[in-house]
């Protein structure tokens, strides 16, 4: 079965600090793909960044990158310089395939907290 | 390009009544996806669609939940009877292609069941 772990409910960090986000994962699946999605307190979910587990170079997005760990099945979330506008709900989440096509699960979720 | 349109963005309802939510995914994109987040809990995939055909449904209560899409565009998810612990964000998601990178996410639609 297919499960994602995010172990930190909550984290702080200081404005302008950079700041890691824990994912585990399991699969059986060779082919997959690792994702991290931000949510504000609006509730939209905001796509931030991709990782397929056949890159060999770590995903980058501007401030955020992934740091893609295959043999010890993490994928943690790096943000660089946090700011304010950082704080919201973080959550990985993983594409695996089903009979038919793919299907994605989620995390429980991280709440960052950006200090001014 | 517009997003993704959910509506209504609100409903309260009492238990054992019906709801409805609306969604239209971005257009051109084939794969729709329902998903429920019960607060303090990361979303749960109800219902995938891939154009009008159902890919895969496991988690959806089929008791009392359904959903169409119908024309392989927009799509309907029903609730009937609702219990209290349907109260929950309902998702809606689309993505260009079944294992696209990225899946597009509506403003969600917040229901509470009293």
């Known amino acids: 079965a297919q499960k994602i772990t995010q172990t930190q409910p909550g984290m702080f960090v200081q404005e302008k600090e950079a700041v890691t986000l824990d994912c585990t994962y399991d699969t059986s699946d060779q082919s997959y793909g690792l994702f991290w999605y931000k949510q504000p307190s609006s509730g939209e979910m905001i796509f931030l960044i991709y990782?397929?587990?056949?890159?060999?170079q770590n995903a980058t997005e501007g401030r955020y990158s992934l740091n893609f760990q295959k043999a010890r099945k993490s994928a943690n979330l790096v943000i660089s310089a946090s700011q304010l506008g950082d704080s919201a709900m973080y959550f990985c989440a993983m594409r695996g395939v089903v009979t038919g096509g793919f299907k994605t699960i989620f995390g429980a979720g991280t709440r960052l907290f950006v200090k001014a | 390009e517009a997003g993704v349109a959910q509506s209504p963005r609100y409903k309260i309802i009492e238990k054992r009544q019906s709801v409805a939510f609306w969604c239209n995914p971005i257009s051109g994109h084939a794969t729709l996806y329902w998903y429920q987040q019960i607060l303090g809990q990361g979303p749960k995939l109800l219902i995938q669609f891939q154009n009008n055909g159902v890919v895969d449904d496991s988690q959806l209560p089929k008791d009392r939940f359904s959903a169409e899409r119908l024309k392989g565009v927009d799509s309907t998810l029903k609730i009937q009877p609702a219990k209290l612990e349907d109260s929950a964000v309902y998702l809606c998601?689309?993505?260009?292609?079944?294992?696209?990178?990225?899946?597009?996410f509506g403003p969600g639609t917040r229901l509470t069941v009293t």
């Open positions: 998601a689309s993505s260009l292609v079944p294992g696209g990178d990225e899946q597009y």
């Open positions: 990782q397929g587990s056949y890159d060999e």
